[in-house]
Protein backbone atom coordinates (compact mmCIF):
# COMPACT_ATOMS: atom_id res chain seq x y z
CA UNK A 1 0.00 0.00 0.00
CA UNK A 2 1.40 3.40 -1.05
CA UNK A 3 2.18 5.92 1.53
CA UNK A 4 -0.08 9.48 2.55
CA UNK A 5 2.67 10.90 0.40
CA UNK A 6 2.66 9.34 -2.26
CA UNK A 7 -1.25 8.67 -2.93
CA UNK A 8 -1.08 12.54 -2.47
CA UNK A 9 1.44 13.04 -5.07
CA UNK A 10 -0.60 10.56 -7.76
CA UNK A 11 -3.72 12.86 -7.09
CA UNK A 12 -2.02 16.10 -7.39
CA UNK A 13 -0.34 14.75 -10.98
CA UNK A 14 -4.32 13.64 -12.10
CA UNK A 15 -5.33 16.94 -11.39
CA UNK A 16 -2.27 18.73 -13.28
CA UNK A 17 -3.19 16.55 -16.48
CA UNK A 18 -6.72 18.57 -16.50
CA UNK A 19 -4.89 21.70 -16.36
CA UNK A 20 -6.34 24.91 -16.14
CA UNK A 21 -9.96 24.57 -17.50
CA UNK A 22 -11.92 24.87 -14.19
CA UNK A 23 -15.27 23.18 -15.79
CA UNK A 24 -13.15 20.16 -16.69
CA UNK A 25 -11.87 19.77 -13.11
CA UNK A 26 -15.76 20.07 -11.21
CA UNK A 27 -16.53 17.36 -13.58
CA UNK A 28 -13.64 15.33 -12.94
CA UNK A 29 -14.14 15.93 -8.50
CA UNK A 30 -18.00 14.98 -9.46
CA UNK A 31 -16.94 11.86 -11.02
CA UNK A 32 -14.62 10.88 -8.63
CA UNK A 33 -17.27 10.94 -5.96
CA UNK A 34 -18.34 7.49 -8.02
CA UNK A 35 -15.65 5.98 -6.57
CA UNK A 36 -17.13 5.51 -3.03
CA UNK A 37 -18.22 2.26 -1.34
CA UNK A 38 -22.03 1.70 -0.74
CA UNK A 39 -23.14 3.91 2.17
CA UNK A 40 -25.79 1.97 3.91
CA UNK A 41 -29.32 3.96 3.75
CA UNK A 42 -29.88 3.81 7.47
CA UNK A 43 -26.74 5.18 8.73
CA UNK A 44 -28.07 8.08 6.48
CA UNK A 45 -28.99 10.11 10.01
CA UNK A 46 -28.79 13.06 11.89
CA UNK A 47 -25.91 11.76 14.05
CA UNK A 48 -23.86 11.38 10.92
CA UNK A 49 -24.15 14.59 9.42
CA UNK A 50 -20.78 16.35 9.50
CA UNK A 51 -21.55 20.04 10.91
CA UNK A 52 -19.37 22.92 8.91
CA UNK A 53 -20.84 21.73 5.31
CA UNK A 54 -23.91 23.34 3.46
CA UNK A 55 -24.42 20.44 2.13
CA UNK A 56 -25.14 16.99 3.59
CA UNK A 57 -21.84 14.57 3.94
CA UNK A 58 -22.69 12.05 6.35
CA UNK A 59 -19.49 9.84 7.43
CA UNK A 60 -18.79 6.72 9.31
CA UNK A 61 -16.11 4.68 10.50
CA UNK A 62 -15.24 1.43 11.96
CA UNK A 63 -11.79 0.08 12.99
CA UNK A 64 -10.05 -3.17 11.92
CA UNK A 65 -6.56 -4.68 13.26
CA UNK A 66 -5.69 -1.25 14.24
CA UNK A 67 -6.99 0.44 10.87
CA UNK A 68 -9.73 3.38 10.49
CA UNK A 69 -12.23 2.29 7.51
CA UNK A 70 -14.40 5.56 6.41
CA UNK A 71 -17.32 5.37 4.51
CA UNK A 72 -19.13 8.63 3.84
CA UNK A 73 -22.15 9.52 1.57
CA UNK A 74 -23.22 13.35 0.49
CA UNK A 75 -26.69 14.86 -1.49
CA UNK A 76 -24.52 16.69 -4.08
CA UNK A 77 -21.73 15.39 -6.22
CA UNK A 78 -19.15 17.75 -5.90
CA UNK A 79 -18.98 16.51 -1.86
CA UNK A 80 -19.01 13.17 -2.82
CA UNK A 81 -16.00 13.62 -5.11
CA UNK A 82 -14.55 15.71 -2.31
CA UNK A 83 -14.73 13.34 0.22
CA UNK A 84 -13.49 10.54 -1.67
CA UNK A 85 -10.37 12.32 -2.31
CA UNK A 86 -9.76 12.42 1.59
CA UNK A 87 -10.89 9.20 1.66
CA UNK A 88 -8.74 7.97 -0.93
CA UNK A 89 -5.58 8.99 1.31
CA UNK A 90 -7.02 8.40 4.76
CA UNK A 91 -8.43 5.37 4.66
CA UNK A 92 -7.05 1.89 5.69
CA UNK A 93 -4.42 3.61 7.82
CA UNK A 94 -3.58 3.45 11.87
CA UNK A 95 -5.26 6.63 14.07
CA UNK A 96 -1.37 7.94 14.41
CA UNK A 97 -1.07 7.92 10.73
CA UNK A 98 -4.60 9.84 9.97
CA UNK A 99 -4.26 12.15 13.10
CA UNK A 100 -0.31 13.44 12.04
CA UNK A 101 -1.11 13.61 8.40
CA UNK A 102 -0.88 16.77 6.93
CA UNK A 103 -2.79 17.05 3.80
CA UNK A 104 -0.75 19.20 1.70
CA UNK A 105 -2.28 17.66 -1.72
CA UNK A 106 -5.78 19.80 -0.81
CA UNK A 107 -2.90 23.48 -1.39
CA UNK A 108 -0.98 22.01 -3.82
CA UNK A 109 -3.73 21.42 -6.58
CA UNK A 110 -5.47 25.12 -5.74
CA UNK A 111 -8.82 23.15 -4.42
CA UNK A 112 -9.66 26.38 -2.48
CA UNK A 113 -10.15 28.38 -5.58
CA UNK A 114 -11.45 25.43 -7.27
CA UNK A 115 -13.95 25.52 -4.96
CA UNK A 116 -14.86 28.40 -3.40
CA UNK A 117 -15.07 29.53 0.21
CA UNK A 118 -18.32 27.67 1.55
CA UNK A 119 -16.64 24.31 0.47
CA UNK A 120 -13.37 24.72 1.25
CA UNK A 121 -15.00 25.51 4.80
CA UNK A 122 -17.08 22.04 4.52
CA UNK A 123 -14.08 20.59 3.51
CA UNK A 124 -12.06 21.51 6.73
CA UNK A 125 -15.05 20.37 8.28
CA UNK A 126 -14.60 16.99 6.94
CA UNK A 127 -10.78 16.77 7.29
CA UNK A 128 -11.65 17.58 11.13
CA UNK A 129 -14.13 14.77 11.71
CA UNK A 130 -11.98 12.14 10.13
CA UNK A 131 -9.07 13.09 12.81
CA UNK A 132 -11.40 12.96 15.54
CA UNK A 133 -12.49 9.70 14.73
CA UNK A 134 -8.89 8.77 14.32
CA UNK A 135 -8.42 10.18 18.20
CA UNK A 136 -11.44 8.52 19.71
CA UNK A 137 -9.81 4.77 17.91
CA UNK A 138 -6.13 5.64 19.24
CA UNK A 139 -7.83 6.43 22.78
CA UNK A 140 -10.01 2.75 22.56
CA UNK A 141 -6.90 0.88 21.03
CA UNK A 142 -4.52 2.24 24.27
CA UNK A 143 -7.29 2.13 26.53
CA UNK B 1 -32.02 57.63 -23.29
CA UNK B 2 -33.24 55.20 -25.93
CA UNK B 3 -32.77 51.50 -24.79
CA UNK B 4 -29.90 50.19 -26.45
CA UNK B 5 -28.18 47.24 -24.34
CA UNK B 6 -24.36 47.74 -25.46
CA UNK B 7 -24.70 51.44 -24.18
CA UNK B 8 -26.21 50.71 -20.90
CA UNK B 9 -23.50 48.07 -20.48
CA UNK B 10 -21.18 50.71 -20.80
CA UNK B 11 -22.37 52.15 -17.78
CA UNK B 12 -21.28 49.21 -15.56
CA UNK B 13 -17.64 48.82 -14.67
CA UNK B 14 -17.93 45.51 -13.03
CA UNK B 15 -19.58 44.11 -15.87
CA UNK B 16 -16.39 44.83 -17.95
CA UNK B 17 -14.36 41.54 -15.72
CA UNK B 18 -12.97 38.24 -16.51
CA UNK B 19 -14.06 35.61 -13.93
CA UNK B 20 -12.04 32.47 -14.36
CA UNK B 21 -10.85 33.63 -17.06
CA UNK B 22 -14.78 33.86 -18.84
CA UNK B 23 -15.91 37.02 -19.29
CA UNK B 24 -18.46 37.68 -16.82
CA UNK B 25 -22.25 36.92 -16.78
CA UNK B 26 -24.04 38.45 -14.35
CA UNK B 27 -26.97 36.62 -13.15
CA UNK B 28 -28.07 37.06 -9.37
CA UNK B 29 -30.07 40.48 -10.35
CA UNK B 30 -32.74 39.15 -7.96
CA UNK B 31 -29.93 39.23 -4.86
CA UNK B 32 -28.43 42.77 -6.10
CA UNK B 33 -27.90 44.76 -9.27
CA UNK B 34 -24.88 46.40 -10.34
CA UNK B 35 -24.50 49.84 -9.76
CA UNK B 36 -23.91 52.67 -12.40
CA UNK B 37 -21.04 54.94 -12.91
CA UNK B 38 -23.54 57.62 -12.03
CA UNK B 39 -24.20 56.04 -9.02
CA UNK B 40 -20.93 55.35 -7.87
CA UNK B 41 -19.97 59.13 -9.03
CA UNK B 42 -22.62 60.57 -6.62
CA UNK B 43 -21.16 58.82 -4.22
CA UNK B 44 -17.48 59.99 -4.22
CA UNK B 45 -18.67 62.89 -5.22
CA UNK B 46 -20.74 63.64 -1.89
CA UNK B 47 -17.53 62.48 0.29
CA UNK B 48 -15.04 64.71 -2.10
CA UNK B 49 -17.10 67.72 -1.65
CA UNK B 50 -20.62 67.43 0.49
CA UNK B 51 -20.17 65.88 3.46
CA UNK B 52 -21.40 66.79 6.38
CA UNK B 53 -24.32 65.86 8.76
CA UNK B 54 -27.51 66.98 7.47
CA UNK B 55 -31.08 69.27 8.95
CA UNK B 56 -29.88 71.24 11.63
CA UNK B 57 -26.47 72.46 9.99
CA UNK B 58 -25.87 75.95 10.35
CA UNK B 59 -23.02 76.24 7.11
CA UNK B 60 -23.16 75.63 3.53
CA UNK B 61 -21.94 72.25 3.43
CA UNK B 62 -24.71 70.86 5.52
CA UNK B 63 -27.26 72.93 3.54
CA UNK B 64 -26.61 71.31 0.56
CA UNK B 65 -26.24 67.58 1.92
CA UNK B 66 -29.57 68.22 3.18
CA UNK B 67 -30.89 69.37 -0.05
CA UNK B 68 -29.45 66.38 -1.76
CA UNK B 69 -30.96 64.21 0.92
CA UNK B 70 -34.31 65.57 0.41
CA UNK B 71 -34.09 65.58 -3.41
CA UNK B 72 -33.87 61.33 -3.16
CA UNK B 73 -37.11 61.66 -0.87
CA UNK B 74 -39.07 63.47 -3.32
CA UNK B 75 -37.52 61.37 -6.23
CA UNK B 76 -38.43 57.85 -4.57
CA UNK B 77 -42.21 59.92 -3.91
CA UNK B 78 -42.43 60.73 -7.41
CA UNK B 79 -40.81 56.99 -8.43
CA UNK B 80 -44.22 55.57 -6.47
CA UNK B 81 -45.91 58.10 -7.28
CA UNK B 82 -46.88 58.82 -3.38
CA UNK B 83 -49.01 61.77 -2.70
CA UNK B 84 -46.23 63.71 -0.31
CA UNK B 85 -42.50 62.43 0.13
CA UNK B 86 -43.20 62.67 3.94
CA UNK B 87 -44.44 59.18 3.78
CA UNK B 88 -41.31 58.33 2.40
CA UNK B 89 -38.72 56.64 5.06
CA UNK B 90 -35.44 55.96 4.84
CA UNK B 91 -34.31 52.44 6.12
CA UNK B 92 -31.52 50.06 6.14
CA UNK B 93 -33.29 47.83 3.99
CA UNK B 94 -36.52 46.16 3.12
CA UNK B 95 -35.86 43.88 6.28
CA UNK B 96 -36.17 46.69 8.08
CA UNK B 97 -38.71 48.30 6.95
CA UNK B 98 -40.79 45.22 7.30
CA UNK B 99 -39.57 44.91 10.98
CA UNK B 100 -40.48 48.56 11.96
CA UNK B 101 -43.82 47.92 10.55
CA UNK B 102 -44.29 44.76 12.82
CA UNK B 103 -42.55 46.64 15.73
CA UNK B 104 -44.73 49.94 15.38
CA UNK B 105 -48.01 49.33 13.62
CA UNK B 106 -48.10 45.87 14.75
CA UNK B 107 -47.57 46.11 18.56
CA UNK B 108 -50.40 49.22 18.42
CA UNK B 109 -53.26 47.88 16.58
CA UNK B 110 -52.28 43.93 16.59
CA UNK B 111 -53.16 42.09 19.62
CA UNK B 112 -54.43 38.70 20.58
CA UNK B 113 -56.13 37.03 18.60
CA UNK B 114 -56.24 38.99 15.49
CA UNK B 115 -55.19 37.82 12.57
CA UNK B 116 -52.02 38.58 10.15
CA UNK B 117 -52.46 37.24 6.38
CA UNK B 118 -49.07 36.08 4.32
CA UNK B 119 -48.40 33.62 1.60
CA UNK B 120 -46.43 30.48 1.14
CA UNK B 121 -43.91 32.38 -1.32
CA UNK B 122 -42.95 35.15 1.67
CA UNK B 123 -39.25 35.24 2.05
CA UNK B 124 -38.16 34.75 5.28
CA UNK B 125 -38.18 38.66 6.01
CA UNK B 126 -41.86 38.80 5.60
CA UNK B 127 -42.39 35.88 7.67
CA UNK B 128 -39.80 36.26 10.75
CA UNK B 129 -40.58 39.60 11.82
CA UNK B 130 -44.71 38.74 12.09
CA UNK B 131 -44.03 35.50 14.10
CA UNK B 132 -42.24 37.76 16.42
CA UNK B 133 -45.09 39.96 16.66
CA UNK B 134 -47.32 37.02 17.31
CA UNK B 135 -45.66 35.34 19.62
CA UNK B 136 -45.50 38.73 21.65
CA UNK B 137 -48.92 39.54 21.38
CA UNK B 138 -51.08 36.42 20.13
CA UNK B 139 -52.39 37.40 17.14
CA UNK B 140 -52.32 34.28 14.57
CA UNK B 141 -50.37 34.26 11.16
CA UNK B 142 -52.50 32.64 8.37
CA UNK B 143 -51.00 31.69 5.23
CA UNK B 144 -52.15 31.67 2.01
CA UNK B 145 -51.27 29.05 -0.28
CA UNK B 146 -49.63 28.53 -3.88
CA UNK B 147 -50.38 26.50 -6.88
CA UNK B 148 -48.03 24.22 -8.80
CA UNK B 149 -47.34 26.74 -10.86
CA UNK B 150 -46.17 28.95 -8.48
CA UNK B 151 -49.50 31.25 -8.46
CA UNK B 152 -51.23 32.15 -5.54
CA UNK B 153 -54.62 30.30 -4.57
CA UNK B 154 -57.17 33.41 -4.34
CA UNK B 155 -59.96 31.34 -3.31
CA UNK B 156 -58.36 30.42 -0.23
CA UNK B 157 -56.93 33.76 0.13
CA UNK B 158 -60.44 34.91 0.11
CA UNK B 159 -61.73 32.81 2.45
CA UNK B 160 -58.75 33.52 5.01
CA UNK B 161 -60.00 37.18 4.98
CA UNK B 162 -62.57 37.83 7.87
CA UNK B 163 -63.09 40.50 10.69
CA UNK B 164 -60.14 39.19 12.86
CA UNK B 165 -57.68 39.90 9.82
CA UNK B 166 -55.99 43.27 10.77
CA UNK B 167 -52.88 43.08 8.22
CA UNK B 168 -51.99 41.38 5.03
CA UNK B 169 -48.40 41.70 4.18
CA UNK B 170 -47.77 39.75 0.74
CA UNK B 171 -44.96 39.92 -1.88
CA UNK B 172 -45.44 42.08 -5.16
CA UNK B 173 -43.46 39.49 -7.08
CA UNK B 174 -41.61 36.33 -5.56
CA UNK B 175 -37.55 36.37 -5.35
CA UNK B 176 -37.65 32.64 -5.75
CA UNK B 177 -39.83 31.80 -8.47
CA UNK B 178 -40.80 35.47 -10.33
CA UNK B 179 -44.34 35.23 -9.70
CA UNK B 180 -46.04 38.27 -9.75
CA UNK B 181 -48.91 38.60 -7.40
CA UNK B 182 -52.57 40.07 -8.30
CA UNK B 183 -51.80 43.01 -5.36
CA UNK B 184 -54.39 45.35 -6.65
CA UNK B 185 -57.21 42.96 -6.22
CA UNK B 186 -55.89 41.32 -2.55
CA UNK B 187 -55.23 45.00 -1.39
CA UNK B 188 -59.17 45.37 -2.65
CA UNK B 189 -60.01 42.49 -0.98
CA UNK B 190 -57.99 42.88 1.92
CA UNK B 191 -59.53 46.87 2.82
CA UNK B 192 -63.24 45.39 2.25
CA UNK B 193 -62.29 43.27 5.46
CA UNK B 194 -60.89 46.35 7.32
CA UNK B 195 -57.11 45.34 7.05
CA UNK B 196 -54.45 47.19 6.11
CA UNK B 197 -51.99 46.08 3.58
CA UNK B 198 -48.11 46.10 3.33
CA UNK B 199 -46.60 45.06 -0.16
CA UNK B 200 -43.09 43.89 -0.34
CA UNK B 201 -41.83 45.72 -3.51
CA UNK B 202 -38.17 44.41 -3.18
CA UNK B 203 -38.39 42.23 -6.50
CA UNK B 204 -40.75 44.38 -8.11
CA UNK B 205 -39.95 47.88 -7.97
CA UNK B 206 -37.07 47.65 -10.28
CA UNK B 207 -39.34 45.78 -13.35
CA UNK B 208 -42.61 47.27 -12.82
CA UNK B 209 -44.37 50.48 -12.86
CA UNK B 210 -45.46 51.55 -8.96
CA UNK B 211 -48.16 53.55 -8.07
CA UNK B 212 -49.08 53.68 -4.07
CA UNK B 213 -52.15 55.86 -4.70
CA UNK B 214 -54.02 53.45 -7.35
CA UNK B 215 -52.90 50.41 -5.60
CA UNK B 216 -54.11 52.01 -2.43
CA UNK B 217 -51.90 49.97 -0.22
CA UNK B 218 -50.88 51.19 3.24
CA UNK B 219 -47.52 50.23 3.36
CA UNK B 220 -44.23 49.45 0.73
CA UNK B 221 -40.76 48.43 1.52
CA UNK B 222 -38.57 47.86 -1.39
CA UNK B 223 -34.15 48.36 -0.83
CA UNK B 224 -32.01 50.48 -2.89
CA UNK B 225 -29.65 47.96 -4.08
CA UNK B 226 -32.25 45.85 -5.84
CA UNK B 227 -32.64 49.28 -8.14
CA UNK B 228 -29.05 49.74 -9.10
CA UNK B 229 -28.42 51.67 -6.19
CA UNK B 230 -26.24 51.13 -3.11
CA UNK B 231 -26.42 48.55 -0.07
CA UNK B 232 -27.41 49.08 3.32
CA UNK B 233 -30.37 51.51 2.09
CA UNK B 234 -34.35 50.85 2.09
CA UNK B 235 -37.59 52.44 2.27
CA UNK B 236 -41.13 52.17 4.04
CA UNK B 237 -43.89 53.93 2.29
CA UNK B 238 -46.74 54.85 4.56
CA UNK B 239 -49.97 56.34 4.49
CA UNK B 240 -49.83 59.73 5.82
CA UNK B 241 -52.64 59.08 8.98
CA UNK B 242 -50.85 55.53 9.28
CA UNK B 243 -47.43 56.62 9.71
CA UNK B 244 -48.70 59.41 12.28
CA UNK B 245 -50.84 56.96 14.26
CA UNK B 246 -47.83 54.85 14.83
CA UNK B 247 -45.37 55.04 17.73
CA UNK B 248 -41.82 55.60 16.72
CA UNK B 249 -39.65 53.05 15.84
CA UNK B 250 -35.83 53.87 17.19
CA UNK B 251 -35.39 56.65 19.73
CA UNK B 252 -32.49 59.14 19.67
CA UNK B 253 -31.82 62.15 17.85
CA UNK B 254 -33.78 63.62 14.60
CA UNK B 255 -36.73 61.80 15.78
CA UNK B 256 -37.57 64.09 18.75
CA UNK B 257 -39.14 67.30 18.84
CA UNK B 258 -38.18 68.27 22.76
CA UNK B 259 -36.53 66.01 24.96
CA UNK B 260 -36.80 67.04 28.76
CA UNK B 261 -36.00 63.92 31.18
CA UNK B 262 -39.87 64.52 32.28
CA UNK B 263 -41.10 63.57 28.67
CA UNK B 264 -39.81 63.63 25.29
CA UNK B 265 -41.83 64.84 22.13
CA UNK B 266 -41.87 63.42 19.00
CA UNK B 267 -40.76 64.55 15.76
CA UNK B 268 -43.09 64.36 12.43
CA UNK B 269 -43.04 62.22 10.04
CA UNK B 270 -41.00 61.23 8.18
CA UNK B 271 -38.01 62.20 10.84
CA UNK B 272 -39.85 60.54 13.41
CA UNK B 273 -39.19 57.08 12.20
CA UNK B 274 -35.43 58.27 10.96
CA UNK B 275 -33.64 58.11 14.39
CA UNK B 276 -29.54 58.92 14.31
CA UNK B 277 -27.74 59.95 11.65
CA UNK B 278 -29.23 58.17 8.55
CA UNK B 279 -27.50 57.09 5.46
CA UNK B 280 -26.72 60.41 3.98
CA UNK B 281 -24.21 59.11 1.34
CA UNK B 282 -26.51 56.20 -0.03
CA UNK B 283 -29.65 58.26 0.45
CA UNK B 284 -27.84 60.90 -2.01
CA UNK B 285 -26.54 58.61 -4.48
CA UNK B 286 -29.49 56.50 -4.83
CA UNK B 287 -31.09 59.56 -6.70
CA UNK B 288 -28.99 58.75 -9.41
CA UNK B 289 -29.85 55.25 -9.38
CA UNK B 290 -33.83 56.50 -9.52
CA UNK B 291 -33.08 59.05 -12.30
CA UNK B 292 -31.15 56.15 -14.35
CA UNK B 293 -33.61 54.05 -14.05
CA UNK B 294 -36.65 56.98 -15.48
CA UNK B 295 -33.80 57.60 -18.03
CA UNK B 296 -34.89 54.10 -19.89
CA UNK B 297 -38.62 54.20 -18.81
CA UNK B 298 -39.79 50.82 -16.77
CA UNK B 299 -42.02 50.24 -19.97
CA UNK B 300 -38.77 49.58 -21.99
CA UNK B 301 -37.04 47.37 -18.97
CA UNK B 302 -40.27 45.61 -18.65
CA UNK B 303 -40.12 44.80 -22.47
CA UNK B 304 -36.59 44.01 -22.24
CA UNK B 305 -36.16 41.54 -19.64
CA UNK B 306 -39.74 39.98 -20.71
CA UNK B 307 -37.66 39.58 -24.06
CA UNK B 308 -34.83 37.94 -21.88
CA UNK B 309 -37.04 35.62 -19.93
CA UNK B 310 -38.63 34.47 -22.70
CA UNK B 311 -35.61 33.75 -24.52
CA UNK B 312 -33.67 31.61 -21.61
CA UNK B 313 -37.47 29.80 -21.27
CA UNK B 314 -37.30 28.45 -25.75
CA UNK B 315 -33.67 27.39 -25.19
CA UNK B 316 -34.04 25.90 -21.73
CA UNK B 317 -37.49 23.83 -22.82
CA UNK B 318 -36.24 21.14 -24.59
CA UNK B 319 -32.68 20.37 -22.69
CA UNK B 320 -33.51 16.50 -20.75
CA UNK B 321 -34.01 16.64 -17.20
CA UNK B 322 -34.79 20.81 -17.03
CA UNK B 323 -37.12 21.36 -14.73
CA UNK B 324 -38.41 24.85 -14.19
CA UNK B 325 -40.00 25.87 -11.05
CA UNK B 326 -42.85 27.96 -10.84
CA UNK B 327 -44.50 28.63 -14.30
CA UNK B 328 -46.81 31.06 -13.45
CA UNK B 329 -48.55 33.84 -16.16
CA UNK B 330 -47.27 36.99 -14.72
CA UNK B 331 -43.50 36.85 -13.68
CA UNK B 332 -40.59 39.28 -13.35
CA UNK B 333 -37.18 38.28 -15.28
CA UNK B 334 -36.45 35.22 -13.09
CA UNK B 335 -36.02 32.02 -14.25
CA UNK B 336 -35.71 29.28 -11.00
CA UNK B 337 -34.96 25.93 -12.06
CA UNK B 338 -33.49 22.61 -11.13
CA UNK B 339 -31.81 19.53 -13.36
CA UNK B 340 -32.91 16.30 -12.52
CA UNK B 341 -30.17 14.19 -10.58
CA UNK B 342 -28.54 17.31 -9.73
CA UNK B 343 -28.06 19.19 -6.76
CA UNK B 344 -28.35 23.21 -7.23
CA UNK B 345 -25.31 24.07 -5.77
CA UNK B 346 -23.44 21.59 -7.94
CA UNK B 347 -24.67 23.22 -10.73
CA UNK B 348 -24.64 27.02 -10.04
CA UNK B 349 -20.42 25.64 -9.09
CA UNK B 350 -20.43 24.21 -12.53
CA UNK B 351 -22.14 27.62 -14.12
CA UNK B 352 -19.12 29.89 -11.95
CA UNK B 353 -17.18 27.74 -14.05
CA UNK B 354 -18.16 29.89 -17.27
CA UNK B 355 -18.23 32.87 -15.51
CA UNK B 356 -22.20 32.66 -14.95
CA UNK B 357 -23.03 33.95 -11.57
CA UNK B 358 -26.46 32.65 -10.35
CA UNK B 359 -27.86 32.19 -6.87
CA UNK B 360 -28.68 28.90 -5.51
CA UNK B 361 -30.62 27.12 -2.55
CA UNK B 362 -33.82 27.72 -0.63
CA UNK B 363 -33.58 31.91 -1.21
CA UNK B 364 -34.77 32.51 2.06
CA UNK B 365 -38.06 31.63 1.23
CA UNK B 366 -37.66 27.58 3.27
CA UNK B 367 -41.63 27.08 3.26
CA UNK B 368 -42.06 27.89 -0.44
CA UNK B 369 -39.04 24.86 -0.95
CA UNK B 370 -40.80 22.65 0.99
CA UNK B 371 -44.35 23.43 -0.78
CA UNK B 372 -42.96 22.24 -3.72
CA UNK B 373 -41.13 19.26 -2.30
CA UNK B 374 -37.38 20.48 -2.95
CA UNK B 375 -34.15 22.00 -0.94
CA UNK B 376 -33.86 24.48 -3.53
CA UNK B 377 -32.94 25.77 -6.90
CA UNK B 378 -30.86 27.02 -9.34
CA UNK B 379 -32.27 30.94 -9.99
CA UNK B 380 -31.00 33.16 -12.77
CA UNK B 381 -32.55 36.83 -12.79
CA UNK B 382 -31.91 39.42 -15.68
CA UNK B 383 -31.76 42.98 -15.50
CA UNK B 384 -31.55 45.62 -17.97
CA UNK B 385 -27.56 45.28 -19.25
CA UNK B 386 -28.14 41.72 -19.61
CA UNK B 387 -28.28 40.40 -23.42
CA UNK B 388 -29.47 37.57 -25.63
CA UNK B 389 -26.16 35.99 -26.10
CA UNK B 390 -25.74 35.90 -22.16
CA UNK B 391 -28.69 33.83 -22.42
CA UNK B 392 -27.36 31.77 -24.88
CA UNK B 393 -24.48 31.09 -23.13
CA UNK B 394 -25.74 30.24 -20.00
CA UNK B 395 -28.22 27.59 -21.73
CA UNK B 396 -25.20 25.81 -23.08
CA UNK B 397 -23.91 25.64 -20.06
CA UNK B 398 -27.53 24.43 -18.73
CA UNK B 399 -27.60 21.94 -21.33
CA UNK B 400 -23.89 20.84 -21.26
CA UNK B 401 -24.47 20.50 -17.01
CA UNK B 402 -27.94 18.24 -17.43
CA UNK B 403 -26.45 15.73 -19.56
CA UNK B 404 -23.77 14.58 -17.20
CA UNK B 405 -27.09 13.11 -15.35
CA UNK B 406 -29.28 13.22 -18.01
CA UNK B 407 -28.46 11.07 -20.98
Known amino acids: MSSINEIQDEIVSEFEILGDDRESTIFYIMELGGNLEDFPVEEQKEDNIIKGCQSKVWLIADENDGKVHFKADSNTDITKGLISLLIRVLNDRTPEEIIHADLNFINRIGMGSIIGSQRSNGLASMIKQMKLYAIAFQTKLNA | ?407
Not at chain 2, 41 to 55: F, Q, R
Not at chain 2, 119 to 134: A, D, G, K, R, Y
Not at chain 2, 144 to 158: A, K, M, R, S, Y
Not at chain 2, 374 to 388: D, H, L, P, Q
Open chain 2, 1 to 407: MNFDVNQIRGLFPVLHQEVHGKPLIYFDNAATTQKPKQVLEALTSYYEKDNSNIHRGAHALADRATQYFENTRESVRRFINAKESAEIIFTKGTTESINLVAQTFGRKFIGKGDEIIISTMEHHSNIVPWQMLCEATGAVLKIIPVHENGELDFQEFEKLLTSKTKLLSVVHASNALGTINPVKKMIDAAHAVGAKVLLDGAQSTSHLEIDVVELDCDFMVFSAHKLYGPTGLGVLYGKREILEAMPPFLGGGEMIKEVTFEKTTYNDIPFKFEAGTPNIADVIAFDAAIEFIDSLGKKAIKEHEDELLSYANELTADIKGFQPIGTAKQKVSVLSFNINGMHPFDVGQMLDARGIAVRTGHHCTQPLMKRFGIEGTVRASFAVYNTKSEIEQMAEGIARIAKIKNK
